[in-house]
């Protein structure tokens, strides 16, 4: 592998590691919640899909534990786990640009959009310079 594709790499590696962390806190935040119901500060009428918080820190937890999966996964390269990690880091930017404006943390929101950028980029943009396969693109 040439020096800019393990440069890549290790861009790969930053994704699957952050899949990871961003797994864990959801794990124990979900944990955290469904533990008790007075740790998560949102009222009855913000919970829009949810009758419960135990229900969304349950849900959370399931959450958390696919994402670290997939971040393990992308450590080792799999293709699986780069499509996944593409849908799962989408929809966690969408879940978190809707918390921008909505939260007492705005910048723990701004601070997952940010790392989210970053590894949307390195798994849509430049996974066949990370791994060396050809892209679509090239021939």
Do not use: C
Not at 73 to 82: I, K, M, P, T, V
Request: no cysteine; hydrophobic share 55%; glycine share 14%.
């Amino acid at each position: 592998m040439d020096e800019q594709g393990g440069a890549w790499s290790g861009w790969i590696a930053f994704a699957g590691l952050i899949m990871i962390v961003i797994g864990s806190l959801d794990f124990f935040a979900g944990l955290a919640a469904a533990i008790n119901n007075r740790y998560v500060a949102i009222s009855k009428d913000q919970m829009v899909l949810f009758h419960s918080v135990s229900t969304w820190g349950w849900i959370t937890m399931i959450w958390g534990i696919i994402v670290v999966l997939a971040g393990f996964g992308l450590l080792a390269g799999s293709g699986w786990a780069r499509w996944f990690a593409i849908i799962a880091g989408t929809i966690t930017f969408f879940v978190n640009l809707g918390w921008v404006g909505n939260s007492g943390y705005p910048l723990w929101s701004l601070t997952v959009l940010v790392l989210n950028g970053f590894v949307l980029y390195a798994l849509m943009v430049r996974w066949h310079e990370a791994t060396g396969t050809p892209s679509r693109s090239s021939g």
